[in-house]
């Protein structure tokens, strides 16, 4: 099969390698319909994670039909329209119980593979699914093939964001980075019930998009978001700040924009070496960080 490969910083090759096969008794294969790049694929191409095999197929956002059943899969069928999340699950340890798949003590990232172990990614034509039966989930009528793309990562993402923030209908919310998961968790905070919610970014697409969604927008290359959300609010910040851009700037910029006793949801992979703020900060404005 086809597929967009790893091979080093900065080095992205589009090769054939082996179609997946069947292995475990409760796994599927997948012909990917349509595929998606992810802002954490971005770390391995232009930092070139450590351990990631060359040759790997890429990718963790994908849909596509099932094509092949282990024999003991129970509840999916040939020719089913899928979706997955960006990680596979048991659906019966400790954390796939409390609804935290995504840290299943027997799950596997998409397009991760190290010392040949490990499972290729959804950039691809062909992706052996494992634990099928709790990890894919069947496209419910009406869904689009590209609105269920969104499902498995950016949707997901986004919406659980919000709901760290643990939402309340008279509080204001600040959303820093307003790019897909950042709108994601404005509709996210909005679903919840929140009234008042700032989009924070530069670029004016993205803050026209937040408007149309219910967000005030602040365009912080013009506009300095705490005086704004401190004018509109007693001075006192907003209750919680919603991070999805992952570096020192937009954690040091949610540091500074959330309220004492407040929450700082954050969902941005941050890779910087250092957090713009040290353990004592948050203890003196009593954060709830998640």
């Known amino acids: 099969m086809k597929a967009l490969t790893f091979h080093g910083k900065e ?43 060359h040759g790997t ?14 024999k003991d899969v129970k509840t999916l069928r040939i020719g089913n329209h899928v979706m997955s999340p960006f990680t596979t699950n048991c659906g019966n340890c400790f954390y796939c119980n409390i609804g ?28 052996r699914v494992p634990m099928a039966d709790s990890t894919l989930m069947e496209i419910p009528e009406g869904v689009t093939t590209e609105e269920a793309l969104f499902l498995g990562d950016i949707l997901s993402t986004g919406f659980f964001c919000a709901k ?66 401190k004018a509109a609010n007693e001075g006192r910040g907003a209750d919680a700040v919603l991070e999805a851009v992952g570096n020192s700037a937009s954690n040091k910029l949610a540091y500074d924009l959330v309220r004492p006793g407040g929450i700082i949801s954050a969902v941005g992979v941050c890779t910087d070496q250092h957090l ?3 353990l004592p900060r948050l203890m003196i404005k009593t954060l709830l960080t998640k």
């Open 11 to 53: 080095t992205i090759r589009f090769e054939s390698i082996p179609d997946p096969g069947i292995i475990l008794p409760t796994d599927v294969i997948v012909k990917v319909t349509l595929c998606a790049i992810c802002g954490s694929d971005l770390h391995a191409y232009y930092e070139h994670e450590k351990g990631l095999d």
């Open 57 to 70: 197929a890429m990718g963790h956002e994908f849909v596509g039909e099932v094509v092949a059943v282990g």
């Open 100 to 127: 935290l798949t995504c840290r299943c003590i027997h799950g596997q990232l998409y397009g991760w593979r190290e010392k040949e172990k490990g499972l290729q990614g959804g950039q691809a034509e062909f992706v």
């Open 164 to 229: 760290q923030a643990e939402i309340k209908p008279k509080n204001s919310y600040a959303v820093v980075g307003c790019g897909p998961v950042g709108l994601m968790a404005i509709l996210g905070a909005i679903e919840y019930g929140a009234e008042k919610v700032y989009a924070i970014d530069t670029i004016p697409e993205r803050l026209e998009r937040a408007k149309q969604f219910g967000a005030i927008a602040v365009n912080a290359s013009a506009e300095n978001p705490l005086e704004i959300i």
């Open 276 to 278: 713009a703020f040290r």
